[in-house]
């Protein structure tokens, strides 16, 4: 499977920006699609995840702050990101997994989000 992932970009904090990915190529059956975020001198962590019947995962630091969402029929994964802070700042990576407690070994490019004043 293929993950094109778009809509990073410079945000001031407090403010909103949307994610999108965009899965192709052997897509029947993905069970979970996620974002998962890295920033500069941290290990990788999980910000959301969906199973294709809605049920989601979201690491604590986002929980109330950030929704995802799925469209099956497109295979696009979405991430509504609110009330951001500059402790989002990094580079957030799409992944399509088996489970929603842990990535697949299929990842996205990865995409830049900058929140700064």
């Known amino acids: 499977v293929q993950l094109q992932a778009s809509g990073g970009g410079l945000v001031q904090p407090g403010g909103s920006l949307r994610l999108s990915c965009a899965a192709s190529?052997?897509?029947?059956?993905?069970?979970?699609l996620g974002w998962y975020r890295q920033a500069p001198g941290k290990q990788r962590e999980l910000v959301a995840a969906?199973?294709?019947?809605?049920?989601?995962n979201y690491g604590d630091s986002v929980k109330g702050r950030f929704t995802i969402s799925r469209d099956n029929a497109k295979n696009t994964v979405y991430l509504q990101m609110n009330s951001l802070e500059t402790e989002d700042t990094a580079v957030y990576y799409c992944?399509?997994?088996?489970?929603?407690?842990?990535?697949?070994?299929?990842w996205g490019q990865g995409t830049l989000v900058t929140v700064s004043s």
């Open positions: 969906i199973t294709i019947d809605g049920r989601t």
């Open positions: 992944n399509a997994a088996l489970t929603l407690w842990r990535p697949g070994n299929s």
């Open positions: 190529g052997s897509t029947f059956g993905i069970h979970v």
